[in-house]
């Protein structure tokens, strides 16, 4: 079955605890990315990846970081996080920048 | 860079009523895309339009995207409770290697 898949699905961290979110996708799609959704703020990019090893920021790449070592995987770092970084995370994917997007089934991050 | 507006932001209707939500983008798109989000889950892919001027139509679903390819719109005829959910339509255009989404239409439906 085709999917990305997230983990965990529900995270509650304290302030400046480095965590990761991981995802890994098994469609073989190029390019894959991270959102964070925020109540009336719909979904906001946080960093993108066209391929391995290429990766660039969103529209809010402040306090994470991600690496993309293999295609599959794509994984989203928080080194300090801080509570203004409590959202749901969707990591989604495709075969392209502009073709149809698959998501993750979520992460909800409370950072406390 | 690219800004993409829509509204309502939300939208209460009684089932049968018909529902639009519309999608305004500050630059020319190449493509526009929507995606449906039911209440605790994950957005899904509904549609892609690419053309100017496009419709396309899925059962109770029509979507269009304008002649200028800067807007576009979601009409469903005669609402029902499984359309509940948020509407987003995400938008890809100019330089840059990103979908871009609006803040999406929250429907709620009223049996």
């Known amino acids: 079955e085709a999917q990305v898949t997230q983990n965990p699905r529900y995270l509650i961290t304290v302030t400046g605890k480095k965590l990761t979110v991981t995802c890994s996708q098994n469609?073989?799609?190029?390019?894959m990315s991270w959102y964070r959704q925020d109540p009336g703020l719909g979904l906001r990019q946080i960093y993108y990846?066209?391929?391995?090893?290429?990766?660039d920021k969103g529209d809010v790449p402040e306090g994470y970081k991600v690496s993309r070592k293999e295609k599959r995987n794509f994984p989203l770092i928080l080194e300090s996080p801080s509570p203004n970084q409590t959202s749901l995370y969707f990591c989604a994917s495709s075969q392209d920048w502009n073709t149809e997007a698959f998501f993750g089934q979520g992460t909800r991050l409370t950072v406390v | 860079g690219q800004q993409v507006m829509q509204i309502p932001q939300y939208q209460h209707v009684q089932e049968g009523e018909d529902f639009t939500t519309y999608c305004n983008s500050s630059?020319?798109?190449?493509?526009i895309q929507w995606y449906k989000q039911r209440p605790g889950g994950h957005p899904v892919f509904l549609i892609q339009l690419v053309k100017s001027g496009e419709v396309k139509k899925q059962k109770r679903l029509t979507f269009q995207f304008g002649e200028a390819k800067k807007n576009s719109s979601l009409h469903i005829t005669a609402t029902q409770t499984t359309d509940v959910g948020t509407y987003f339509c995400?938008?890809?255009?100019?330089?840059?290697?990103?979908?871009?989404f609006g803040k999406g239409t929250l429907l709620t439906v009223n049996p």
């Open positions: 995400a938008g890809s255009g100019g330089s840059n290697y990103k979908l871009t």
């Open positions: 990846s066209m391929n391995v090893e290429v990766t």
């Open positions: 630059t020319t798109l190449s493509n």
């Open positions: 469609m073989n799609h190029e390019y």
